[in-house]
């Protein structure tokens, strides 16, 4: 979970046991009970899953009450986790991917999770198949029109607060709220109903990465028991609800999963990771209409004052027979202004170099520079979906990320300016079920804000 995310928890008293055992059940078990597992959901008309921060952990984001949690840290008063990869750049695990590959085989009818790290969404869970019961740090929503906006970048509130966004729907424009809940905030109906009524449906509900203690949403699994529905808990910790399961593994998560898929015969898609950005450039004339005057951006394509955490830098440069001297912006906003006579024409180029997290280093664009007074207002149509479809199986063939192309034109006439979106594959990971369960277990995150001891009861306030 993001360590900032606990940060901005309001204090309590108690947070609930933390600094649990781990216990791990001998391989020979293991395996009888993966592959008891397998079987049962085979025979599942109606799966349920239900995650929790151990679904993560292997993706590099710390739990809160395992031995290495954040709380249990906290209270031992030692120094959290240092990092040095940003919470936004987390990728899904093997485990989550596989759950994506279970969806789309029909299998999966349904998700809840009680993370707020997004990665089910990112992963390729469809949203009306998806519960993010306490939240998600990277999405804002419309309290008028309930536009939701998946982010690049980490909400900087909690508790259901306005943001400094607004809806993009012309007919709303209402200001935008975070989706995280504080400790005393009711889950929403929208993500609760939904959830409880598949729970209700399920013939199995598998508990992934969860010591089941976060009420109300922790009684979710035990609704399909009156249906004649089982479930089934996979922790490293022992929880509450053990005696209420039909079977209760002590594993690794994606060791566990990865078996299942093994015995189902199954393969775990790859993960592609695009990103978006784009490149504004705005011209107009001079009061004496001698020259030009034109500005280029890069920039983020939630908003001009939007961060864009996924670059580092932009090298400017121009085609040889220009004056134009090069120019590096290594600080946000990306902007350059230049002024040129009329008839000039020429070349931009430029790369942008991406931060840390991101597998690819570079990418380098032409943009080609020529006044024209236009008086039409245009927008080119592209099929995005497409465009983006096209780039996942170009770099899971290349077995590359780097990969770009255009999935938005907009041409605005007064002043003149025209602004194209790149998509970029910036992250591409593939999974095999023979793999070492710990391959991607040594990435670290970036850690925000200072430490901050705290304790109480970790109840959510049930819905009203």
Same mark, same amino acid.
């Given at each position: 979970?993001?360590?900032? /995310?606990?940060?901005?928890?309001?204090?309590?008293?108690?947070?609930?046991?933390?600094?649990?055992?781990?216990?791990?059940?001998?391989?020979?078990?293991? %395996?009888?009970?993966?592959?008891?597992?397998?079987?049962?959901?085979?025979?599942?008309?109606?799966?349920?899953?239900?995650?929790? !921060?151990?679904?993560?952990?292997?993706?590099?984001?710390?739990?809160?009450?395992?031995?290495?949690?954040?709380?249990?840290?906290?209270?031992?008063?030692?120094?959290?986790? #240092?990092?040095?990869?940003?919470? @936004?750049? &987390?990728?899904?695990?093997?485990?989550?991917?596989?759950?994506?590959?279970?969806?789309?085989?029909?299998?999966?009818?349904?998700?809840? $999770?009680?993370?707020?790290?997004?990665?089910?969404?990112?992963?390729?869970?469809?949203?009306?198949?998806?519960?993010?019961?306490?939240?998600?740090?990277?999405?804002?929503?419309?309290?008028?029109?309930? *536009?939701?906006?998946?982010?690049?970048?980490?909400?900087?509130?909690?508790?259901?607060?306005?943001?400094?966004?607004?809806?993009?729907?012309?007919?709303?424009?209402?200001?935008?709220?975070?989706?995280?809940?504080?400790?005393?905030?009711?889950?929403?109906?929208?993500?609760?109903?939904?959830?409880?009524?598949?729970?209700?449906? !399920?013939?199995?509900?598998?508990?992934?990465?969860?010591?089941?203690?976060?009420?109300? *949403?922790?009684?979710?699994?035990?609704?399909?028991?009156?249906?004649?529905?089982?479930?089934?808990?996979?922790?490293? %910790?022992?929880?509450?609800?053990?005696? =209420? &399961?039909?079977?209760?593994?002590?594993?690794?998560?994606?060791?566990?999963?990865?078996?299942?898929?093994?015995?189902?015969?199954?393969?775990?898609?790859? /993960?592609?990771?695009?990103?978006?950005?784009?490149?504004?450039?705005?011209?107009?004339?001079?009061?004496?209409?001698? /020259?030009?005057?034109?500005?280029?951006?890069?920039?983020? +394509? @939630?908003?001009?004052?939007? %961060?864009?955490?996924?670059?580092?830098?932009?090298?400017?440069?121009?085609?040889?027979?220009?004056?134009?001297?090069?120019? +590096?912006?290594?600080?946000?906003?990306?902007?350059? =202004?230049?002024?040129?006579?009329?008839?000039?024409?020429?070349?931009?180029?430029?790369?942008?170099? /991406?931060?840390?997290?991101?597998?690819?280093?570079?990418?380098?664009?032409?943009?080609?520079? #020529?006044?024209?007074?236009?008086?039409?207002?245009?927008?080119?149509?592209?099929?995005?979906?497409?465009?983006?479809? $096209?780039?996942?199986?170009? &770099?899971?063939?290349?077995?590359?990320?780097?990969?770009?192309?255009?999935?938005?034109?907009?041409?605005?006439?007064?002043?003149?300016?025209?602004?194209?979106?790149? !998509?970029?594959?910036?992250?591409?990971?593939?999974?095999?079920?023979? %793999?070492?369960?710990?391959?991607?277990?040594?990435?670290?995150?970036?850690?925000?804000?200072?430490?901050? #001891?705290? $304790?109480?009861?970790?109840?959510?306030?049930?819905? *009203?």
């Amino acid at each position: 979970m993001s360590l900032g /995310y606990a940060e901005k928890l309001s204090f309590i008293e108690d947070v609930g046991q933390v600094g649990m055992a781990e216990f791990f059940d001998p391989s020979h078990v293991l %395996q009888c009970k993966i592959e008891e597992l397998a079987k049962m959901i085979q025979k599942s008309k109606h799966l349920v899953v239900f995650t929790g !921060a151990g679904i993560s952990t292997s993706c590099g984001i710390p739990d809160f009450r395992g031995p290495k949690g954040i709380w249990t840290l906290q209270r031992e008063g030692k120094d959290l986790p #240092k990092a040095s990869l940003p919470f @936004h750049r &987390a990728m899904p695990s093997m485990t989550h991917m596989a759950l994506v590959e279970l969806e789309r085989a029909g299998i999966l009818k349904f998700v809840i $999770s009680q993370n707020v790290d997004g990665l089910h969404l990112r992963s390729g869970i469809p949203r009306e198949k998806l519960s993010e019961l306490h939240g998600d740090s990277f999405m804002e929503m419309c309290p008028s029109c309930g *536009a939701e906006y998946l982010r690049d970048f980490e909400v900087e509130t909690i508790g259901l607060k306005e943001t400094s966004r607004k809806c993009s729907n012309a007919k709303c424009g209402a200001k935008l709220k975070d989706t995280v809940l504080d400790w005393e905030d009711a889950l929403p109906p929208k993500e609760i109903d939904p959830a409880e009524k598949h729970c209700k449906m !399920a013939d199995l509900v598998l508990c992934l990465g969860t010591s089941l203690q976060i009420t109300p *949403a922790c009684n979710l699994p035990l609704k399909c028991l009156r249906g004649g529905g089982k479930i089934v808990i996979v922790n490293l %910790q022992k929880t509450p609800k053990d005696k =209420k &399961a039909d079977v209760v593994i002590h594993g690794f998560v994606d060791k566990v999963v990865a078996g299942v898929m093994e015995s189902l015969n199954m393969q775990i898609p790859p /993960y592609v990771r695009i990103d978006l950005f784009q490149i504004i450039l705005n011209q107009s004339l001079s009061r004496d209409e001698r /020259y030009i005057n034109w500005t280029l951006r890069v920039a983020s +394509v @939630h908003g001009l004052t939007s %961060q864009l955490p996924f670059i580092e830098s932009v090298e400017i440069s121009f085609s040889d027979n220009h004056k134009f001297k090069d120019a +590096v912006l290594d600080e946000q906003p990306f902007i350059i =202004k230049r002024r040129t006579t009329e008839t000039e024409t020429f070349d931009i180029f430029l790369t942008i170099n /991406y931060s840390d997290g991101c597998d690819c280093l570079s990418t380098k664009i032409r943009i080609p520079f #020529k006044f024209e007074v236009s008086r039409e207002e245009h927008e080119e149509t592209i099929d995005k979906e497409a465009v983006l479809q $096209s780039l996942r199986e170009k &770099a899971v063939e290349e077995s590359s990320c780097g990969q770009s192309g255009v999935v938005e034109r907009r041409v605005v006439s007064e002043p003149r300016s025209e602004a194209i979106v790149y !998509a970029i594959v910036t992250n591409l990971r593939t999974f095999h079920c023979q %793999q070492s369960v710990l391959a991607n277990g040594d990435l670290k995150w970036k850690m925000e804000g200072s430490g901050r #001891k705290r $304790s109480r009861t970790g109840k959510r306030k049930p819905r *009203a």
